[in-house]
């Protein structure tokens, strides 16, 4: 807690903006990063690393496929009332995931000439039924070199 010159305490509006759900929500978001971990170890990649966060931004897995870096971002939609979980992947959120590769790879001494892409694990709930469906995109987007 702070107090500005008037004697007010200052509140900063962040801690005050977090959604009711915010815990569970990220949670959730761990919960279905674990499970696009588990399909694609299914698949043949070897896991590297969770969360890797840099200014800017996060990449969600960090993998590999053979002598390929594989960065992915996986993306959860309840419905798709507002887009796909892959269409969320924006211009933006590239630029963003570009950038943390970049990063990765410089704190790692990856050569910049290893191999890589980005791919997006799209998810959401299998109907009808249980269940989730899983959308692997291999190579949703190009890098920048």
């Known amino acids: ?3 500005d010159r ?5 509140i900063d509006i962040r801690d005050e903006c977090v959604d009711s ?30 969360n890797f966060q840099c200014r800017g931004g996060e990449i969600d897995l960090i993998m590999s496929d053979n ?13 798709s009332r507002f887009g796909s979980p892959a269409e969320s992947v924006d211009f933006r959120k590239q630029r963003k995931l570009r950038h943390c590769a970049l990063n990765f790879m410089q704190q790692h001494g990856f050569a910049r000439k290893r191999s890589c892409r980005f791919d997006v694990v ?5 109907t ?12 949703a987007f190009q890098s920048v070199r």
């Open 6 to 10: 008037t004697g007010h305490q200052e």
């Open 67 to 79: 002598q390929s870096l594989v960065f992915v971002e996986v993306r959860y939609r309840r419905s």
């Open 128 to 139: 009808p039924g249980p269940g989730l469906d899983v959308n692997w995109i291999v190579d």
């Open 1 to 3: 807690m702070r107090i």
């Open 21 to 50: 759900h915010g815990a569970d929500h990220r949670a959730q978001g761990r919960g279905y990063e674990k499970y696009a971990a588990d399909y694609l170890q299914a698949r043949g990649l070897r896991l590297i690393t969770r």
């Open 122 to 126: 799209a998810i959401t709930p299998r």
